[in-house]
T-cell receptor
Framework: DTEVTQTPKHLVMGMTNKKSLKCEQHMGHRAMYWYKQKAKKPPELMFVYSYEKLSINESVPSRFSPECPNSSLLNLHLHALQPEDSALYLC??????????????FGPGTRLTVL | QQQVKQSPQSLIVQKGGISIINCAYENTAFDYFPWYQQFPGKGPALLIAIRPDVSEKKEGRFTISFNKSAKQFSLHIMDSQPGDSATYFCAARKWDSWGKLQFGAGTQVVVTP
């Protein structure tokens, strides 16, 4: 099973709301990623977790707060977002490590709209 | 600064034709080059990947050609089908980078019946 699941599929929120995106995988991967993708653009890396520890934060604004509660789950907590944060948020997983070249498997994404 | 340059931006090909997408890179530390296929509203899916010690890799109708000296690689889709209509991203990754992928800008491929 090479499936990464993400919930919800769609999310509409106001700028003062707090919401969370969830990602789950059962492939035994110990690296998980959050990407942001704007229309007609490639995915942009936001965060990398390796063995449940944050390895990369690509200078993402603090209104995005990642959390990796266990090896199968990855959350992205959202607070006080701006309309320009509207995008497709993708989760991915792979084998971990600084020196990994393993395939990343992507989930279907959460389409986020900030009003 | 885009580390992987991809062309063309879009491509229209007739059913049965060949689609060719090209990518170029500068960083010789890259050592893994995957191609992802993305349909509208879906996440990217790995299509095929190559390492620089191999000049060509074929999987079904999809072939990667790799030119290490020119720092270029390309995707060829043979016998293109309407179901191949999607956006294709090339990417590159350094061995020592926590798996961070550098994506090209993407190519939207449309296969006409």
């Amino acid at each position: 099973d090479t499936e990464v699941t993400q919930t919800p599929k769609h999310l509409v929120m106001g700028m003062t709301n707090k919401k969370s995106l969830k990602c789950e995988q059962h492939m035994g991967h110990r690296a998980m990623y959050w990407y942001k993708q704007k229309a007609k653009k490639p995915p942009e890396l936001m965060f990398v977790y390796s063995y449940e520890k944050l390895s990369i934060n690509e200078s993402v604004p603090s209104r995005f707060s990642p959390e990796c509660p266990n090896s199968s789950l990855l959350n992205l907590h959202l607070h006080a977002l701006q309309p320009e944060d509207s995008a497709l948020y993708l989760c991915a997983s792979s084998q971990p490590g600084r020196q990994t070249t393993d395939t990343q498997y992507f989930g279907p994404g959460t389409r986020l709209t900030v009003l | 600064q885009q580390q992987v340059k991809q062309s063309p931006q879009s491509l229209i090909v007739q059913k049965g034709g060949i689609s060719i997408i090209n990518c170029a890179y500068e960083n010789t530390a890259f050592d893994y080059f995957p191609w992802y296929q993305q349909f509208p509203g879906k996440g990217p899916a790995l299509l095929i990947a190559i390492r620089p010690d191999v000049s060509e890799k074929k999987e079904g109708r999809f072939t990667i050609s790799f030119n290490k000296s020119a720092k270029q690689f390309s995707l060829h889709i043979m016998d293109s089908q309407p179901g191949d209509s999607a956006t294709y991203f090339c990417a590159a990754r350094k061995w020592d980078s926590w798996g961070k992928l550098q994506f090209g800008a993407g190519t939207q491929v449309v296969v006409t019946p």
